[in-house]
């Protein structure tokens, strides 16, 4: 690693000055990314799906560890940076340039999944991703740990009564076992976002939850949230509503945040 030339020098040659357009805030701090890459138990085992790599603040200690690495890239200035990268730790490092909420990453990754996916997602498409890829499943993950806006990660952690709660933690904890690793300040990024960030570590569940019916059930009750149940989801379940809300063990008098993620599964099932 002590051959490879400083980020800052990477993204001065190559002109990679962040672009707000696509949500980019890079993390240089080589101490910081080596602790994602702990956290996310990357070793020489691993095949590792990373998105939105830029100047390869995480790449590098990524491919430090032993690891087969798959990244996409949308940004063509930061895919000819990474070429060097790729040089460096020759048959290790397959960079892709695709949009990566277009990309079919079982077809990229011919037949290797699952993976660990491991990322510093850009800001203004980290819900899209992970939502698509909760979908996917154990078919193509084994782990994530994705780095959100802290109130991102405070929404997807959020517990049944509290104001985050809604339908990104319904169908995030659905499908996973999310759990904050730990917090990274704005000053760590550049350049420095307005807000915090955090990483979170998932983990596939066992039993996989109806994710299309769980989508529908959880945007209708929190689409209406200060709405009765009774009310928001009358137009899913028309005469069986009420039946269908007594099989979840919940009154039609409640409202959407007052419902576990368990009590929404059952009610994703009847519909």
């Not at 993950?141 to 709660?165: C, H, N």
């Not at 137009?235 to 009420?242: N, V």
Request: aromatic letters at 4%.
């Amino acid at each position: 690693m002590t051959e490879l030339p400083p980020l800052r020098e990477v993204i001065e040659a190559h002109e990679l000055g962040a672009k707000k357009s696509l949500g980019q805030h890079f993390l240089l701090d080589l101490n910081l990314t080596a602790k994602i890459v702990r956290e996310a138990g990357v070793d020489e085992t691993s095949r590792v799906l990373e998105i939105g790599p830029g100047p390869g603040g995480l790449t590098r200690p990524l491919l430090q560890a032993g690891a087969m690495v798959t990244a996409i890239e949308r940004d063509t200035r930061c895919i000819t940076a990474l070429s060097d990268l790729a040089d460096h730790f020759p048959g290790r490092l397959q960079l892709i340039e695709a949009d990566a909420l277009r990309a079919d990453e079982l077809a990229l990754l011919g037949g290797q999944a699952p993976v660990k996916i491991v990322a510093n997602l850009p800001y203004n498409i980290s819900t899209e991703l992970l939502i698509k890829w909760l979908k996917a499943g154990p078919a193509l993950w084994s782990s994530m740990t994705l780095m959100f806006q802290k109130e991102v990660a405070d929404r997807i952690l959020a517990a049944p009564g509290s104001k985050a709660y809604g339908r990104l933690s319904v169908i995030a904890q659905a499908a996973s076992k999310p759990v904050r690793a730990f917090d990274l300040p704005a000053r760590a990024f550049t350049p420095p976002p307005k807000v915090d960030s955090s990483i979170v570590h998932f983990t596939p569940v066992t039993a996989r939850a109806n994710l299309p019916a769980l989508e529908r059930v959880t945007a209708a009750a929190f689409g209406q949230r200060r709405k009765m149940l009774r009310s928001s989801l009358k137009g899913l379940y028309t005469a069986r509503l009420d039946a269908a809300l007594a099989d979840a063990g919940a009154a039609p008098t409640e409202r959407a945040e007052e419902l576990s993620v368990a009590q929404f599964i059952m009610l994703a099932d009847a519909l």
